[in-house]
């Protein structure tokens, strides 16, 4: 059964490394995660928005999927299911559905909003044993139609939202979902330090795994990052191996158009690229 992911990000926290949220978007790219997650005895998080719900018909359907797949494929390692972004109405809608860890996107909201709101979903959250993250300064770049510029968070916003008994925080430091443009500035550890020395052994969350390079990924986890989400980077893998299976004629060759067939390059190429983040941010061999 999915399971809570407070326990894993302060495991990940305390050892100096990084559990990898990896958004799952069908069956496919769920059965790649978790087997490259089992391969290499690394705790995961399948991380789930609310367009990958709907796409998927519904958080139920996601929850019955995966809880079938750990049964049916043998999954051992820690498996933490998430609400990615959730809206204060999809953060119920996940808990009802059997969810076992959420994050209520507040970052839209003023400070105020945010906390009255955070604070109502700390309470019901861990009447019922779920993780709570929570987000401070938006993310840039567009995710699931929610777009923002990437500000970074205020630090003293972050100890309130921090003081509020959040499991882990996401706090913008110039991330941004998506790719990351030619010009972009890169994070600002100054901006991490802060938060650090605010919300103290805190579990911090960067969203934008994407194009990150390898050194800063781990300057930000010797600062406190417990947990990386990485959607993008599969998702150009996938379509490339599938590009390439198409363009060499191999859907023509036999029975190649089976779905089966033709989704298989791309569910490879999903788990090469989940292979290198585990080993990126230092979870195998944790579970």
Same mark, same amino acid.
């Given at each position: =059964? ?29 059965? !790649?995660? +978790? ?29 019955? =999927? ?6 049916? =494929? ?12 959730? !809206? ?80 882990? +925080? ?17 994070? !600002? ?26 050194? =800063? ?65 230092? !979870?195998?061999?944790?579970?």
């Amino acid at each position: =059964m999915v399971i809570s992911a407070k326990e894993m990000l302060q495991e990940a926290r305390a050892g100096k490394y990084a559990v990898a949220q990896i958004n799952i978007n069908n069956l496919e790219w769920t059965k !790649s995660v +978790l087997t490259v997650a089992e391969e290499l005895r690394s705790p995961i998080i399948l991380g789930c928005t609310q367009g990958a719900g709907k796409y998927m018909t519904g958080y139920k359907t996601v929850v019955g =999927m995966v809880n079938g797949m750990l049964e049916s =494929m043998n999954i051992t390692v820690p498996v933490a299911l998430h609400l990615d972004h959730g !809206s204060y109405e999809h953060c119920y809608q996940c808990i009802d559905a059997g969810f076992m860890s959420i994050m209520f996107d507040g970052s839209s909201y003023p400070i105020e909003e945010n906390v009255a709101k955070t604070k109502e979903l700390v309470e019901v959250c861990h009447k019922k044993g779920i993780s709570l993250e929570a987000e401070v300064g938006a993310i840039g770049g567009d995710e699931d139609g929610v777009a923002a510029q990437g500000e970074c968070a205020d630090p003293d916003e972050c100890k309130r939202i921090a003081d509020l008994g959040i499991d882990f +925080l996401a706090a913008g430091i110039g991330n941004i979902h998506g790719q990351y443009p030619a010009n972009w500035k890169g994070l !600002s550890f100054e901006t991490l330090e802060a938060i650090k020395e605010k919300v103290g052994d805190l579990p911090l969350v960067l969203h934008g795994g994407t194009g990150i390079p390898e050194d =800063m990924i781990k300057k930000a986890i010797s600062l406190g990052v417990a947990k990386i989400n990485v959607n993008t980077e599969c998702q150009l893998s996938f379509a490339a191996a599938t590009r390439k299976y198409i363009e060499e004629g191999r859907d023509l060759q036999g029975k190649g158009f089976d779905p089966r067939k033709l989704l298989l390059p791309g569910a490879e190429a999903i788990k090469e690229t989940v292979r290198q983040k585990l080993t990126l941010f230092g !979870s195998v061999g944790k579970a």
